[in-house]
C-alpha cells in the first residue's frame, strides 16, 4: 500500500474519533452550562481530549495535503490546471482550498476555547467557552468532510 494512501485512511480513521469526541465536548459543556453544574477534572480531560485528538488529525492531514500525488496541494502544482479550473471544480475545490481552510479554522476556534476557558474563574464561564468554541468548531467540521469520499474509502 502506497504511504499516500496509508495516511489517507488513517486521516479518514481518525475523523471517526475527532466527531465522537467534539460531539461529546461540545454536548457535555453544553448541558453543564445550562444545568449549572460544576467543572470537574472529567470536563478538564474530555476538552483536552478534544484539543489532542483535533491537533492530531490536523497534522495527519497537513501530511497528505503535501502528499497526496492528485489532491491537495498537487492541484495547485498541475500544469493542465489553473487556478479557475480548481475553483470551478468542486471536488478539486473541496480538496485543495475549502476541506484544509475550514478544518484550520475549526482547529484554531477549538485551540481559542480551549485557552480561554482555562482563564475563566467560574465553572458557568468554563462551559461557556467551551460549548462556544467547540460546538462552532463542530459545526464548521461538518460542513465540509468531503462526505462522498469518505464513505467510498
Known amino acids: 500500500m502506497a504511504l499516500d494512501r496509508i495516511i489517507d485512511v488513517l486521516h479518514s480513521y481518525w475523523a471517526y474519533l475527532v466527531l465522537l469526541i467534539l460531539l461529546l465536548a461540545s454536548l457535555n459543556a453544553l448541558i453543564k452550562y445550562f444545568s449549572n453544574q460544576p467543572f470537574g477534572a472529567k470536563d478538564f480531560r474530555i476538552s483536552l481530549f478534544g484539543l489532542i485528538v483535533t491537533h492530531i488529525q490536523v497534522l ?42 475550514v478544518m484550520l479554522i475549526a482547529v484554531v476556534l477549538i485551540t481559542i476555547g480551549y485557552s480561554k476557558h482555562k482563564k475563566q474563574l467560574t465553572s458557568k464561564g468554563k462551559f461557556k467557552m467551551l460549548a462556544l468554541f467547540y460546538t462552532i468548531a463542530l459545526l464548521l467540521v461538518l460542513s465540509r468532510i468531503p462526505w462522498g469520499h469518505w464513505f467510498a474509502s
Open 60 to 101: 495527519i492531514g497537513f501530511i497528505l495535503y503535501f502528499s497526496h500525488p492528485a489532491l491537495g496541494f498537487a492541484s495547485f502544482t498541475r500544469d493542465d490546471l489553473t487556478m479557475a479550473d480548481i475553483m470551478g471544480n468542486s471536488d478539486l475545490r473541496l480538496f485543495a482550498v475549502e476541506h484544509p481552510l
